[in-house]
DNA sequence: CGTAAATTAATTGTCTGACAAGTATACTCA
DNA sequence: TGAGTATACTTGTCAGACAATTAATTTACG
């Protein structure tokens, strides 16, 4: 068996540049996002651009209307709300079904203890394996078009709180309480328990952070 | 403030049929669909084919590699497996939430009569209305990112559907009393009851429709 | 006769260049 | 100052072409 190794396309090559550039904040929403600009910063033809920009409208991290310029998708306090809302509705009935066979992902495990060893090395260091804990607890169900639904929405989750990173919305310590409580939840086969505590600790986000982006 | 009216580009246009022509099941995985087939059957340029061709692998209706044809999306028992496993992680959450405010939607009552009307007008009607009782259930939760979700799992249901539209795998009176009986705990706020029906609501339809497509 | 290598055909990836169509802005004239 | 027109900008679509890769067919050799 053949791996198959990674050879990327020019689309490619630029959708995930293009998708760094947005995640890490460097483009924002101001900026208007034009098919010639692309082509002629990457060098490419504007065919290649057209294609980068429509694959990451498809993924809702860029929006636009007919015949108009492209644009980062604004995420004001309602999307927050909406994105959370999706993530807990997902999140914790996955929570259910691992505590129904009292499994505890490794991962996880590994993505709590980063959080604390990240301690004082900045909020934006946080959200990495804040993330990586969520994305472990959704991978260990092991359905791949729920790992997808998953996918969109961390994209759109990464894409607020670079807008918020100077803000200290994170602290390391609760956060790290609150996954080990869910671990500890999962492993005794405390459903409602481990739901609960899941939906507490995603309110407290979303509303911290939609708070931080209120106008 | 103006109406958005619907104009359709020519992409959006092949998009849509070729959409309806896979979900129609008149476009099955044993035809490769080739950018320069689309495009002179529909008079198009082949970037405009492509364009088309690339949309619906974003949904998840066709597949390719690269330097390949695209194929319609096989579907075999583990895929419909995958598939009702992600609705009932989707749904049974939903159910939950619902029965917390005892929230019956109008939509998902509406549909359900739908199904008893149909009842002698052959299987396939039936698809029709089932889908719509669902949808009108996740729609009631308000939840933006939840409905786009869903709806990229319904597209890939009735894929599967298409493909076994000749067997008799729904039966109208038994999916109509799951289905009342769903609405009746939920107007009762029985969460737990309601997330329970569903589930083997979806299990059976699920494990009928594996073994059909079972090799 | 069967297997492996080489050639050929088919398909997609990418580019250049162009024109049409729509949007938004700026400008002119009343 | 306000309304209508004109202009620049951007996208939608097309044509044509070549490169790169895959798959199939043919050929050569054991």
Redesign the interface.
Known sequence: MTRPLA?K?VVEAVTDDLRGRILSGSLTSETAVTELEIATSYSVAR?TAK?AI??LV?ENLLVRG?HKSARVAELGPESVR??Y??RA??E???LR?LAATHTVPEEAVRANADILALAGAGDLALVEPDMRFHTALVDA?G????AR?YR??VS?VRLCMTRVQALHLLDSAAIHAEHELILVQLAAGDAEGAAATLDGHLAAARERLAEALGT
């Open positions: 050879t396309t065919p294609a429509e694959k498809g007919t909406d994105i809302l999706a509705y997902l914790s009935e996955i079904r169900v359905n791949e078009r729920i639904m969109s929405l759109e």
